[in-house]
């Protein structure tokens, strides 16, 4: 199977999120990244069920995790630390956390998203 036709097509695209639930995370981890996208606002419809289906693995995929939180987009790092950052084991990316906590750039200052890095490494 083409594991590609389990990317959803738009923010509305719940058949195919309810499909994602049928699947092993091992089936699905070659797409990760592409679900990942859907995350980038957290107001979009299929956010949060993908968060949802994602959220018991977040370790499996912690090195895209890192990725997010090292580059360019404050918005995608504040969604990504909402839906992810309280249950985070990894250690790279909790001394990620740690640092946009307490040496945030300006737009993680501008973007609140030292904010929630605060409260995840305050628990």
Do not use: C
Request: charged share 30%; hydrophobic share 45%; aromatic share 10%.
């Amino acid at each position: 199977m083409n594991v590609k036709i389990l990317i959803p097509k738009d923010k509305f695209d719940f058949e195919t999120v309810e499909k994602l639930k049928t699947y092993s995370f091992d089936e699905i981890k070659p797409i990760i990244p592409d679900l990942l996208e859907w995350l980038q606002d957290g107001n979009w419809p299929i956010s949060k069920p993908i968060a949802e289906l994602l959220a018991p693995h977040v370790e499996k995929f912690s090195p895209e995790i890192l990725k997010i939180l090292i580059g360019q987009d404050e918005m995608w790092k504040y969604w990504i630390l909402l839906n992810f950052g309280k249950i985070l084991k990894n250690k790279l990316v909790l001394h990620e956390i740690d640092r946009i906590a307490k040496n945030p750039n300006q737009n993680e200052i501008d973007n609140n998203v030292f904010k929630i890095a605060i409260e995840i490494i305050s628990k």
